[in-house]
């Protein structure tokens, strides 16, 4: 049997927190987005990208074939319809954590590590196609580049790398969260956003004035409720972290609370914990094989 060689790359996205947005449309999905500030965690989607003549396209998420209109529309931008994706995760859909832009973001540079030499793009072009998907998708305004950049990312300016603009809070807290359930994304961007914008961007400046991790969360928690946005499920587990003498927050957008250093711990709760995330987006490695037959992509361990 003939040997054939088959590129491969493994590629890890953070998840995102958003604590508080402001929405901001154009006609143009590279100028469209949000200003806000959120954190990346080192709970994330891990990809592994194959192509290659014997490799069947398809993607599957934590071991089940999936189609997220995001990813299905960064694989048409970039012409790369000839991939097999097998990503994992521990985060949950539709709760607040940006998997939708994770997987777009991994797709897009997860592709174009294992594409021909004369198809690579640089980095912001993948960024770039990797938010408009989304924006397209109407799944999120400002993941992809807050994953792209990893940390403690505060949104300045909203669009794709050559058009927005990122600043960040410098502390890498212990996170904790506790997730309920999910939060229709498209419902929230596809309504009126007048509320929240307002109240996003008064989180923004006064945050950009005293950037820090304390602060967030306290202009995250508010943001939550002047932008009318929070579960009864949510309020009421904000709620216990208070009288515990804590603070918490609803992400953006999920059914989900979450809070730094082990305020959902001493509250009485068993979250799930991680840390932020120092990184963003990373290709962790890539090369070629030789295969005679069918490719069939081995599992992905998820690690945090």
């Known amino acids: 049997m003939t040997t054939t060689a088959t590129r491969e790359a493994e590629v890890f996205v953070p998840g995102h927190i958003t604590g508080f947005f402001s929405a901001h449309h154009t006609d143009d999905p590279a100028t469209t987005g949000s200003r806000g500030a959120g954190l990346t965690i080192t709970t994330g989607v891990k990809l592994e990208v194959c192509r290659g003549p014997t490799v069947s396209p398809g993607i599957t998420l ?73 924006v397209r998708a109407g799944t999120g305004l400002g993941d992809v580049v807050a994953q792209a950049r990893g940390g403690f990312p505060i949104r300045v300016e909203p669009g794709a790398p050559h058009v927005g603009q990122l600043d960040g809070i410098t502390a890498t807290p212990r996170v904790e969260y506790c997730s309920f359930g999910t939060v229709s994304t498209e419902s929230v961007l596809n309504a009126d956003t007048n509320t929240l914008t307002t109240a996003g961007e ?69 979250p799930v914990v991680c840390q932020t995330h120092s990184g963003g987006v990373s290709i962790q490695q890539q090369g070629n094989y030789q295969t005679g037959g069918q490719h069939n992509p081995r599992t992905i361990e998820h690690s945090s």
């Open 202 to 270: 008064q989180a923004l400046e006064t945050l950009r004035s005293t950037p820090t991790a304390a602060q967030f969360m306290t202009l995250a928690h508010q943001f939550g409720v002047e932008a009318e946005l929070m579960t009864p499920k949510a309020q009421e587990v904000i709620a216990d972290v208070q009288t515990a003498g804590g603070t918490a927050a609803m992400a953006m957008l999920g059914n989900t609370v979450f809070a730094l250093g082990n305020d959902l711990s001493a509250a009485g709760y068993d």
């Open 62 to 134: 934590n071991g089940k074939s999936i189609s997220i209109d995001a990813v299905d529309n960064v694989i048409d931008r970039l012409d790369i319809d000839d991939i097999n994706v097998n990503a994992q995760t521990a985060l949950p859909l539709g709760a607040g954590f940006g998997v939708s832009g994770a997987m777009t973001l991994g797709v897009a540079f997860g592709s174009n590590a294992v594409a021909d030499k004369t198809n690579t793009r640089a980095e912001s072009a993948l960024i770039t196609a990797a938010h408009c998907a989304e």
